[in-house]
């Protein structure tokens, strides 16, 4: 497997044509200094920006035209004799040198508009991966090998394909006989022209390379990946919390991610909101954040910055990587191959194309109930080995596809426990439930919206016995003989309507249903509500704690059980060959400080925290990492226990076998 290193620089370099004096000030020495200073190990330098411009000397028209020196080669020179990695960036999708000169390249959407800015607007254009271009681009990239043999590796960007109805793509559908008018040909045709990149450029890299590292980026992680995985060496997840990806997209995709057999990284940025943000700085603490939550799931750090047209990296900038950094390499020893301690998986509607947005509302309320609730879990889909997993929860709108279905139900045979909530579960027609020993059968959608849950003993320890508001339509339940309800559904009075209404807002709650709202049969706890969804949504401590009750009757023993507070996150990481387990404990409060932004700004430490770690037998040394410092461990009924003395954003505590 390819290995990163755990401190890498994603250089951005999208530099306009309209500027003079590119590297003009660039110092190859105080450059790799710079980034030595930081302790950064690796940097991804460009070759070719979104604007099309190349940053070195090259045989292609596309150089830069205000370039003073033969850029790139500088920069690997210097990094190298530094030990300093240096994987070349190529844009794809964008390179506006070429979009002006063939705008017949571009992607045209369903109203013969091409794709991109509007004329009088700035910003980039997207060019088709059907065309003719991609000639262009994979010339480019074997001179780049030719050039700077042996490349450490690629970053190719901006890959993707919308449904293009340009003329070249027009007549390959009609020739692999798809039908244009058809979306979901056009969509099919659109994933076969990206895969049919993909195998190209790793083909022909492969000829001339046998080692260097290639991945394609697209922003995120996705499931339709698989078959075309073999051309990655490694897996980045870009993802900028204050840049469009918010702070639940990092730890839903890392847990995905982590599941596919390769070496990743986490991609942040070092500005405060995007990408191109110049002059503007994270807060330490929020880098501190997306570092060492990186290395709570495993993977290693990149942190994206652009360098100045003048070639000078910013010393604020490095200043505030290399405090960030300095920390992570003192932690390194013990997040180095490790594999996640994890007993619950959660299915991810992206696999079954049922996601609404990049992080899907019930993914994301799902992942919020689990990680409040300190639970250790992965993201999975069909194609992983259940058999690890104790408990899976199929959250609100996961279909049983035959492959599914038969999962499902060897994964019941074996011994497995499965939450289900809302649709899941159904078939594909969604005409009734087609997992074996389902607790309740389908009625139909709920009458009443919104209803109310009334919890009977085993959930009232948590819920108390007061009717709850259940703002989301469910679906009426029948429940089998032998099956055990766990809460009722109360409907209301009547619907809001024109004709019935009461007060500002739903109506009061009235009479028991007759249905239930939470069922349980043997291994299987179902929800006859969008449970996941409606947390992400509204927020309700209720909806999680009806969750996590029922999870607690699968799942009496987790891995981990704590007094921490739910702005706490524990992930435990094994390292297999030094026989320990690290248990990482992060606590840093992401806060909306801006109408379009969450940030952290302070670190509020925590003392005194409890943590019980089950472990088959009692640990040989339990120390706090990387200080070396012992901490006290009882060990009882199956679990170490001990009380961490401080958390100051993110502490380590290492249990030995
Ligand atoms: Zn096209």
């Known amino acids: 497997m390819f290995k990163l290193r755990f401190r890498q620089i994603h250089l951005d370099f999208h530099t306009s044509e309209q500027i003079p004096g590119i590297g003009s000030r660039f110092d190859p020495e105080e450059f790799a200094e710079t980034l030595a200073r930081a302790r950064v190990n690796s940097v991804t330098a460009f070759s070719k920006c979104h604007h099309g411009l190349i940053y070195h000397e090259t045989r292609f028209e596309a150089r830069h035209p205000h370039l ?5 080669k500088e920069q690997i020179d210097a990094c190298h004799a530094r030990d300093i990695r240096v994987p070349i960036y190529i844009s794809v999708g964008f390179d506006e040198f070429m979009a002006r000169r063939h705008p017949e390249w571009l992607e045209v959407d369903g109203n013969g508009r091409r794709s991109g800015a509007a004329p009088l607007q700035p910003g980039w254009h997207k060019l088709c ?9 994979l ?33 390959s559908m009609r020739q692999e ?11 099919r045709f659109a994933k076969r022209v990206v895969d049919r990149f993909k195998r190209r450029f790793t083909a022909a890299i492969r000829e001339r390379s046998a080692d260097c590292s290639i991945f394609y980026n697209s922003g995120h992680i996705y499931p339709d990946w698989r078959p075309i995985l073999d051309t990655y060496t490694h897996l ?3 993802s900028l919390p204050s840049g469009g990806w918010g702070y639940l997209h990092f730890p839903l995709t890392v847990r995905y991610a982590r599941t596919l057999g390769f ?8 500005f405060h909101k995007s990408w191109g943000d110049f002059s503007s700085y994270k807060n330490l603490p929020a880098l501190e954040y997306d570092c060492f939550t990186a290395l709570a799931y495993g993977a290693k750090c990149s942190v994206g910055d652009q360098l100045h047209p003048t070639g000078q990296l910013s010393r604020a900038t490095y200043d505030l990587i290399g405090a960030v950094y300095r920390q992570v390499e003192a932690k390194e020893p013990w997040c180095d191959d490790v594999v996640p301690e994890v007993e619950i998986g959660l299915f991810n509607p992206e696999a079954v194309g049922n996601a609404d947005a990049r992080v899907d509302t019930s993914a994301a309320g799902a992942q919020r109930m689990l990680t409040e609730g300190h639970h250790q879990f992965d993201v999975i889909d069909a194609a992983n080995d259940w058999s690890r997993y104790r408990v899976i929860l199929l959250p609100d709108k996961i279909p049983m596809t035959e492959e599914i279905r038969g999962k499902v139900a060897e994964y019941l045979a074996g011994g497995g426990s499965l939450i289900t909530s809302y649709e899941s579960g159904m078939g594909p027609d969604k005409r009734g439930f087609v997992i074996p020993g389902m607790p309740a059968g389908f009625i139909e959608p709920a009458e009443f919206s919104p209803d109310f849950v009334v919890a009977r003993d085993p959930l009232a320890e948590a819920l108390g016995d007061a009717e709850q508001v259940m703002y989301d339509r469910g679906i009426l339940l029948k429940p089998a003989a032998d099956a055990e309800v766990l809460a009722d559904i109360w409907n209301p009075y009547f619907n809001r309507t024109w004709e019935h209404f009461c007060s500002h807002s739903h109506t009061p709650c009235e009479r028991p249903s007759g249905a239930p709202a939470v069922v349980q049969r043997g291994r299987i706890i179902q929800f006859a509500h969008p449970i996941f969804a409606m947390y992400q949504r509204h927020g ?4 999680k704690q009806m969750v996590l009750s029922a999870l607690a009757r699968l799942l009496p023993d987790p891995l981990v059980k704590t007094d921490a507070p739910s702005t706490a996150h524990l992930t435990v990481n094994r390292q297999p060959e030094q026989r320990r387990s690290v248990l990482h404990i992060l606590h840093y409060i992401p806060e909306r400080r801006a109408n379009t932004l969450d940030t952290i700004e302070d670190v509020i430490p925590l003392y005194h925290l409890r943590v019980a770690l089950k472990r088959e ?12 410092d012992e901490v006290a461990c009882t060990y009882r009924d199956g679990y170490a226990e001990v009380v961490v003395p401080e958390v100051r954003g993110h502490q380590m505590v290492v249990f030995e076998d």
């Open 129 to 137: 991966f059907n065309s003719p271009y991609l000639d262009y681009v």
């Open 68 to 72: 003073q020196r033969n850029l790139l």
């Open 236 to 238: 980045e997840l870009e």
């Open 177 to 187: 006989g798809l039908n244009p008018e058809e979306e979901a040909d056009r969509l």
């Open 540 to 543: 309700v401590r209720a909806y």
């Open 139 to 171: 010339e480019q990239t074997l001179e780049v090998m030719e050039l700077f043999a042996p490349v450490d590796g690629f970053f190719f960007d901006i890959i993707g394909q919308g449904q293009c109805h340009c003329p070249f793509c027009l007549d």
């Open 617 to 628: 037998q009692e640990p040989a040394r339990v120390y706090l990492a990387p200080s070396g």
């Open 263 to 270: 070496d990743y990284l986490a991609m942040t940025g070092k």
